[in-house]
């Protein structure tokens, strides 16, 4: 079974930081990795699959990197709409979700 | 555009089944795709439960296995959860879920809106 982490777990910015969230898995995922975007009371929202590949409609302020176990989401410059939960989920070895990463005002 | 709702009792008694159908709207569900489960226990993050394919190949979560079940039925367009001997662990929302995929699910790029249910006496 392939768990996933996430680091942080919370991250406090700024409107207009840069932001980078961290997603491991325990073995070797290839590129079989897709980020989310939770806002409080709402289904997960689909940004990022195939770890670099942005979702139709998702602003170009997001990208995803990475190859293998280590992945990582970057917003080039944080906008108000941007404070959410994220979370990883790999699918190259059934579906596993990481314990998602929150994103708070500072 | 493909929308999901999901329905059913949003109160279950330990021990008993829960059930659960992902109404979908604006596109056939047996046409290409993979169908699934997911919840999320209060304050919890995301578990994905099971899948099924448009062709019905069905793929569950491991440690969930022997007590889930998830079902097409094409003639109205929905797909259904089962999830039999619930304890209050089983207390989430569920949402159900379409995405692409290649012999196995993928990720999830349409969501329904959620339901609570909860497992109490």
């Known amino acids: 079974d392939i768990q996933m982490t996430q680091f942080p777990s919370t991250l406090s910015a700024s409107v207009g930081d840069r932001v980078t969230i961290t997603c491991r898995a325990t073995?070797?995922?290839?590129?079989?990795l897709a980020w989310y975007q939770q806002k409080p009371g709402k289904a997960p929202k689909l940004l990022i699959y195939?770890?670099?590949t942005l979702e139709s409609g998702v602003p170009l302020r997001f990208s995803g990197s990475g190859s293998g176990t280590e992945f990582t989401l970057t917003i080039s410059s944080l906008q108000p709409d941007d404070f959410a939960t994220y979370y990883c989920?790999?699918?190259?070895?059934?579906?596993?979700f990481g314990p998602g990463t929150k994103v708070e005002i500072k | 555009q493909v929308h999901l709702r999901e329905s059913g009792p949003l109160m279950v008694k330990p021990s008993e089944t829960l059930s659960l159908t992902c109404n979908v709207s604006?596109?056939?569900?047996?046409?290409?795709?993979?169908w699934g489960w997911i919840r999320q226990p209060p304050g919890q993050g995301l578990e994905w439960i099971g899948s099924?394919?448009?062709?019905?190949?069905?793929y569950y979560k491991p440690s969930l296995k022997g007590r889930v079940s998830v079902s097409l039925d094409t003639s109205k367009n929905q797909f259904s959860l089962k999830v039999t001997f619930v304890t209050a662990a089983d207390t989430a929302v569920y949402y159900c879920?379409?995405?692409?995929?290649?012999?196995?699910?993928?990720?999830?790029?349409?969501w329904g809106q959620g339901t609570l249910v909860t497992v109490s006496s």
């Open positions: 604006g596109f056939s569900i047996s046409s290409d795709y993979f």
């Open positions: 989920q790999q699918y190259d070895d059934g579906l596993n």
């Open positions: 195939k770890a670099s």
């Open positions: 879920a379409s995405g692409d995929g290649y012999r196995t699910p993928y990720y999830f790029e349409h």
């Open positions: 073995h070797t995922i290839n590129t079989w």
């Open positions: 099924i394919s448009h062709s019905g190949s069905t």
